[in-house]
């Protein structure tokens, strides 16, 4: 019902940008959080940095003041914006959101996530 895809993935040199983008479709009414997870090599999967409906948000302490987190409901996108970027950073990164549907359930959707390399 709701499809999520992720760009803005490759390799990048520690220090460097990268911003990832996801794209929702699908029977969307209205989108009320949206998130991007990562998972690196042998580690679970953690919260990178969420927004919910208004504006707010929250980060994972290893990103604060280096990756923030936009979305536009209108378009129905979600953005993460990566600086200074580490090796540890180096993970499989996932889209995530909250919608309600056209038939006014609530359910949440997965991206099937980008790599996101950085290199030392």
Same mark, same amino acid.
């Given at each position: 019902?709701?499809?999520?895809?992720?760009?803005?993935?490759?390799l990048v040199? /520690?220090? @460097?940008?990268?911003?990832?983008?996801?794209?929702? &479709?699908? #029977?969307? !009414?209205?989108? %009320?959080? +949206?998130?991007?997870? =990562?998972?690196?090599? @042998?580690?679970?999967r953690e919260?990178?940095?969420?927004?919910?409906?208004?504006?707010? $948000?929250?980060?994972?302490?290893?990103?604060k003041g =280096? !990756?923030?987190? #936009?979305?536009? %409901?209108?378009?129905? +996108?979600?953005?993460?914006? +990566?600086?200074?970027?580490?090796?540890?950073?180096? /993970?499989?990164?996932?889209? &995530?959101?909250? *919608?309600?549907? $056209?038939? =006014? *359930?609530? +359910?949440?959707?997965?991206?099937?996530?980008?790599?996101?390399?950085?290199? #030392?």
């Amino acid at each position: 019902q709701v499809q999520l895809v992720e760009s803005g993935g490759g390799l990048v040199q /520690a220090g @460097g940008s990268l911003r990832l983008s996801c794209a929702a &479709s699908g #029977s969307i !009414f209205s989108i %009320n959080a +949206m998130a991007w997870y =990562r998972q690196a090599p @042998g580690k679970q999967r953690e919260l990178v940095a969420a927004i919910r409906t208004g504006g707010a $948000t929250n980060y994972a302490d290893s990103v604060k003041g =280096r !990756f923030t987190i #936009s979305g536009d %409901n209108a378009n129905n +996108m979600v953005y993460l914006q +990566m600086n200074s970027l580490k090796p540890e950073d180096t /993970a499989v990164y996932y889209c &995530s959101i909250l *919608v309600t549907t $056209t038939a =006014r *359930v609530t +359910m949440s959707s997965w991206g099937k996530g980008t790599l996101v390399t950085v290199s #030392s």
